[in-house]
């Protein structure tokens, strides 16, 4: 196994988590060599990343929530790395793990290490990376100002309090958005532009999206016409499915224009934008995820039972 070593980026706040400590060392048992880097501070994972590529590792980890696998993924992604991406989600809302099968026990999900990585796609908003999703209005804005000690006590469901608190704050945005084959222009409440299905703990957005289709998935949900017809809007998205009230497309690419600012949520990196060009990278990254992932197009079906008399 000369190739079973990998570099976990850990956040931090997992220094004490007994869970990880039993899970590494069960993977060093099994013969693979890891090396643990925790951080302290904004630029840590980038920095512990970047060490790890220097340092030959094949494999980097990255362990906490939405915010520390942004991070190493951007990084790898920017360094054209051919090292693969390995998960252990430890946040909170863990979105883009959570839709793609990736196991919540610690010792679970190291054991995707011995699963071949696959190639995905990432989308880019202008600047910027993003391996799970792009929201933007309101949602974002409840994302932004939801508390870490609200996170702690009610996990995913501190979003859904923190929006019914903000409620009276929620207005609309007016935005213009341009793609191949595609136009709409008018006042909308949220956007999320998808490689990856959720959002804001739980919310599917893009529940059709793929990871290796080379294609980013638009939702808007346009914005009613008075305050009960937005609690409405807002009551159905969460009830039946945000796409049962939103327009959608899948795209290669689209520019969204606005006349005052929008807040944009990317992978819980908390942005403010006018015009924003979202495009996606084709098969830009190596990850580990089940052979069995929604987010993957070719993904192995599911094992059945056989029928009888099938042999």
């Avoid at 992604?77 to 610690?106: C, H, I, Y």
């Avoid at 409620?167 to 935005?175: E, K, R, T």
């Avoid at 807040?263 to 495009?279: A, H, I, K």
């Amino acid at each position: 196994m000369n190739d079973a070593k990998a570099f976990l980026v850990l956040h931090g706040k997992q220094a004490c988590n007994d869970e990880v400590r039993e899970a590494v060392k069960a993977q060093r048992e099994l013969g693979w060599d890891i090396a643990v880097r925790l951080t302290w501070e904004a630029g840590d994972a980038r920095r512990a990343t970047l060490d790890a590529l220097d340092a030959g590792y094949p494999t980097v980890i990255a362990g906490g929530g939405d915010g520390t696998l942004r991070d190493v993924c951007e990084t790898l992604v920017t360094a054209r790395a051919q090292a693969s991406l390995a998960m252990m989600p430890l946040g909170t809302a863990n979105d883009f793990a959570r839709s793609a099968g990736v196991p919540a026990l610690p010792f679970d999900a190291l054991a995707l290490l011995d699963e071949p990585a696959v190639t995905i796609d990432i989308g880019q908003m202008n600047d910027h990376f993003f391996l799970n999703m792009a929201t933007g209005g309101f949602g974002s804005k409840v994302t932004a100002t939801t508390s870490e000690e609200l996170k702690k006590m009610l996990g995913g469901g501190a979003y859904l309090l923190t929006g019914l608190t903000h409620f009276a704050d929620v207005h609309s945005m007016y935005g213009e958005f341009d793609g191949p084959d595609f136009h709409w222009a008018g006042e909308f409440l949220a956007i999320g532009i998808g490689n990856g299905r959720q959002a804001g703990g739980g919310q599917v957005l893009c529940p059709q999206a793929s990871v290796d289709d080379g294609l980013l998935d638009l939702c808007i949900v346009p914005a009613p016409e008075g305050p009960l017809d937005t609690l409405s809007t807002l009551f159905n998205g969460s009830l039946h499915g945000v796409d049962s009230v939103a327009v959608t497309a899948r795209l290669a690419n689209v520019r969204v224009q606005a006349p005052e600012p929008v807040y944009v949520n990317l992978d819980g990196e908390p942005l403010c934008c006018r015009d924003m060009q979202f495009s996606v990278r084709p098969k830009a990254l190596r990850v580990h995820l089940p052979a069995h992932s929604p987010l993957l197009r070719d993904a192995l079906p599911l094992a059945t039972e056989p029928m009888p008399g099938s042999g």
